[in-house]
């Protein structure tokens, strides 16, 4: 029979540990800690998926512990939790991550300019306007933001997406963009904070969050069409909020001659990792667990074509949310009225992603 040698074994400790450290992708890690048990101890006991993860995507650091199957060791159960997180966060497919408004800085004229418009694509429906605006302002430096929930908990967004709004019912058609935007991710302060309705009672919840990533500032063209700003890396953003900060304002209203911001529509593309991962946040100390579910894990994946996840395939558009504008419209085709108007609800052109 032929003698088969382990070569790692032959080196020291630290010789083989920087070896398998130089692998980057968590499938390769998993293969290598099915080689040998010798192997296997390096991997795990070392946290390799770990610090692969973390080095990959610093906004992990924050989780302190995690929770997962308690038929395990700490070690495995970290070792099988991060190679399956770094899966997820690099080969879920993408989709459209915005789920709610949670509160805008100002509204002029609530609730027809609601942010709630912002959640539908078109930026007309029924010959009215579907548009949030912020109050208006002498100064152009006056800033606003709109906060939104995301689809899960835990999220690696890719790019932000903003559609300023062209009032075409004003003389000369005026765009009310900004001259640059902003983003910032991350968590509520208190879970009690979030049992109150900011929208309706047009209140800033701007200081009701931790905001653990703030990006770079994005030019805003003063256009009437979807822009998109991609981030410069993907980002976890942990905790499920988003906020969009306009900073600038270049269109005055000619009928009281002050500056506002108009927005049509926000969309956040990315990766929402719900089911199979969840983060929870521990008060007062504020630390955060990051749970995982194998079983829900392995059914998304199993899922996937030919058992490996879609990186580039996005709905045609994002998921349709009912907003003020078509509140009537919807009622009257739910109850069958027939009232001599075609309605078009669900297939109004407007920019898809491609």
Request: contains cysteine; glycine residues 4%.
């Amino acid at each position: 029979m032929e003698t088969r040698i382990d070569f790692l074994e032959w080196l020291e400790p630290d010789m083989a540990f920087k070896i398998l450290s130089c692998l980057d992708d968590s499938a390769d890690l998993v293969r290598a800690s099915a080689v040998s048990r010798y192997w296997q101890n390096i991997v795990v006991s070392n946290g390799l998926s770990k610090q692969l993860c973390m080095s990959t995507f610093p906004q992990l650091a924050c989780i302190t512990r995690v929770v997962g199957p308690s038929h395990e060791n700490s070690s495995e159960r970290d070792h099988r939790a991060y190679a399956s997180l770094f899966r997820a966060l690099t080969s879920f497919p993408l989709t459209y991550c915005v789920a709610d408004p949670v509160s805008a800085s100002s509204t002029d004229n609530y609730p027809q300019e609601s942010i709630m418009n912002t959640l539908d694509p078109r930026d007309t429906i029924r010959n009215r306007g579907s548009y949030w605006s912020s109050k208006g302002s002498n100064d152009t430096e006056t800033p606003e933001t709109l906060i939104y929930s995301l689809t899960a908990n835990i999220c690696v967004i890719t790019e932000i997406n903003l559609h300023p709004f062209q009032a075409l019912f004003q003389f000369d058609f005026p765009i009310y963009s900004s001259r640059f935007v902003r983003f910032r991710m991350g968590h509520p302060k208190s879970c009690n904070d979030l049992n109150y309705d900011f929208v309706d009672a047009q209140e800033c919840a701007d200081d009701k969050f931790i905001w653990t990533y703030t990006s770079q500032m994005f030019p805003v063209i003063q256009q009437n069409r979807l822009q998109r700003f991609k981030l410069p890396e993907p980002v976890i953003c942990i905790g499920g909020y988003l906020q969009v900060e306009l900073l600038g304002r270049v269109q005055k209203q000619a009928s009281d001659d002050k500056y506002y911001f108009c927005v049509a529509h926000v969309q956040a593309i990315g990766r929402q990792l719900s089911p199979a991962f969840s983060v929870e946040f521990s008060e007062p100390s504020n630390s955060v667990s990051l749970k995982y579910d194998a079983a829900k894990f392995g059914l998304t994946v199993s899922n996937g074509q030919n058992g490996s996840l879609s990186t580039s395939v996005l709905p045609v558009q994002p998921p349709r949310q009912l907003a003020w504008g078509n509140l009537q419209e919807f009622m009257q085709i739910v109850e069958g009225h027939d009232d001599g108007v075609e309605y078009d609800v669900w297939a109004d052109e407007f920019d898809p992603i491609l």
